[in-house]
């Protein structure tokens, strides 16, 4: 692993970004917003990792499917509320309220969008 910068991660990291941001500022259905959204969460992690660092990217993206995993299980413990931050709507829809195993399922297909990118 060695410290770049990539210009082409850069724009797939704002892209998504904004995606991320439009569906959950108009998105509210029963599919794009909760699992669209979680499947893309996965790739916009991989793509901010490889702005800056020239890594194995089957590493790197089962190391990022193991932090969403972590993560989502976190959820199930109710998490956000040891931060004191259940009532505030930016930073429980950020890091998540609830537990589901379609979020893992989701996370899974990101994971596996991860691998098409190439060293």
Partial sequence: MKFTFNLKFLIIFITIFVVEVLI???????????FGGDVLVVVLIYAFFRIFLKT??????????????????????????????????????????????YDLL???VGYLICLFFKD
């Fill in 106 to 108: 989701a996370y899974f």
């Fill in 24 to 34: 959950a500022k108009y998105l509210n259905d029963a599919f794009i917003r909760p």
């Fill in 56 to 101: 194995n990217n089957k590493k790197l993206a089962l190391g990022v499917l193991i932090f969403s995993f972590v993560i989502e299980f976190l959820q199930g413990l109710h998490y956000v509320n040891w931060f004191g931050l259940e009532n505030n709507k930016f930073w429980s829809t950020v890091l998540g309220t609830y537990f589901t195993v």
